[in-house]
């Protein structure tokens, strides 16, 4: 491992002086490459599939391994579509000159070596080492033990794509075993490696970030609130859209709504309203004592109970949990409390209770009038994503290349010291 | 430890919320409890200093122990200045429209709850307590024992201030202890504390990124470099005044230089003038076999010899290690190895030279033709510093009050949903 992260940290010097033609060639090489290797690719993957059902693995983790045409095809377009992304690198943040003369820029470089702890899908190989490369980090991918044969044989696509570029191959690296220890090793090897980023389960990320002398960028889940404000109800249709969008575009995402607050003014009027659509596209709604009394009455019965862990849930499922709020402190207070600080939009056609919320919810992205589903980074225009943040420092939600790079100040002086 | 974390918890939201002038008129407010409470806190630090004298403390450091009215005339006057200077919180870093017509803002935003620790020097708790307060974020302050009766009257001085301007006075918390196992407790609540600035001797500080479960953004210590290149002769005046001002205007401080680089080109020439200024000012030279040679060679005896440990020295003192290079990249090498990643600097009249300098150096600061004692926040412009990071993430070099905010995306929409 130390050897591994050593290479890494080399390759990182070299990387972060490669011009962007470099970087650019490298990614479209590998594109070609990955092209070119279609059956070995296939190959391995299907050696991985074949194990994973061995071990009984559910179908839609097997789903979730898959490699076909179709999947290649789309990773080496999306290996274009990131060559064709501007380079953060060596783009100045900010300069100021001195009264003594001396000119301070700031400007964006690599972070250096990260490491991307990733589950089950082999796709991120290609996707997060791409980034990393257009970024002029080097990267360590440390995928799932159940994708290894195809994960191995997608780095090497990346590899042979930096050499033909005369980059650096050791920019992008993979632990020779998947093993518990080996990743425990190198979450300790803080003087090699700068980042670490996991994706996956909050199991893992649990782990990773308690075990890690590095620092971890990372989302345990994501509790994503549509609040209802009491004034919602000035534009039903906008408000249902939005509730149905942020739940049910695709529901095992992070920045799915898991929880529906409903100002208490618009009880029985918009919820109601809203209920009827979300049952009638298959969606479970678990009810606190109020909101399920305004169904009711409404004879919406076909609804569930909450209990105290209803709240803090992540269903990444047709299942929603709904609660009649007093006031917007109220919701803030909800959602500080039951929240992850992921995304969480509130419905008005207020814009002073709009502003307020935007002010109150500590979230890394806090909408007015918009689907928690567009806290990502293409809707954001990063044009790619490498995760979503909810820690506070560096980065908060989408992450794009910037959000790879750090900076350094840089002193133009003619002599200037300190007097 | 919990109750603390917690209170400062709930006082960072209301913190994040307050106005600017909520927050200047919390620092006028503590200015003015400053000096009418002279007496008592005088007498408190007197207690300190006897107690320290008592256990024998040396002198220096009951040197830096000690308050009196200049020192309270100083604190107050900074209190004032910190007032003065731009309130972060709100500025908008950027806004984007996107194609669907939903308006993206980053705007800046407190941190939360910040956990600073420090050592002997009292006046860091009016400095560092008004800087998270002007930023919009609760501070939990854990000095020295040495300290403790002087810093809990100056932390009572800044509560008294925030009260007197409406604000909650929890927001400037201190534990009740300074025994090293309420720290231990207190760097475990990463759920209610977001970042922990360790400050004081290289001991502390990696004790304290050993156990902290929080993030923390530190510098370990500043092994800061001169490299004199190859055309540094063209202008021997401006190459001895950066040298000498480096390591001499003051040798206690981070940023003060600890090693001299001398390419092969100026060894006979410019380095024999350069040391014998360094020697006249009482620096010791600690000089590898080259440089030794080249100054005995010029007549220069009086210098010792590098040993293996001498290129990794923060000396803070009066000695300066000194090697000759065959080249800007071995420069570039021996600050990879043994430098701290805090601040270099190149003399040269070569712009080319100067570049690359700065493209291949991995540190904060990166400067040419200035001195490295002008890596700091006032220096920078900053108005203020909280301390120096060497780390990579958040933030790198003087971190000042944007340097303690981090930021949110508002995203103003009118039912804009993912398609």
Partial sequence: MLALARNARAAARRMAAATREQKDAALEFAARELLRLRDPILQA???DVAQA???GLSAPLIERLKLDDTVLLRLAAGLRQVAALPDPVGSEIERRTRPNGLVLR????????ILLIFESRPNVTVEAGSLCLKSGNACILRGGSEAAASNRSLVQVLRSGLEQAGLPADAIGTPATSARAALEELLKLD??????IPRGGEGLIRVVAQQSRIPVIKHYKGVCHV??????DADAELA????LNSKLQRVGVCNAAETLLVHRAVVDTLLPTVAKDLLAQGCELRCEAKARAALAAAGLTQVTSADERTFYSEYLDKILSVKVVESLEEAVEHIETFGSRHTDTIVTSNAEAGRRFQQLVDSASVFVNASTRLADGFEYGMGAEIGISTDKLHARGPMGLEELTTYKWLGDGSG???V
Same sequence: chains 1, 2.
């Fill in 227 to 232: 609040y209802l404000h009491a004034d919602a």
């Fill in 45 to 47: 993957n299907g050696e």
């Fill in 53 to 55: 059902r061995e071990h």
């Fill in 240 to 243: 249902k859209r939005i509730v």
């Fill in 106 to 113: 700031r400007v964006r470089v690599p972070i250096g070596t």
């Fill in 416 to 418: 200037q010291v300190r």
């Fill in 191 to 196: 003087t090699h490696i700068d980042l670490v």
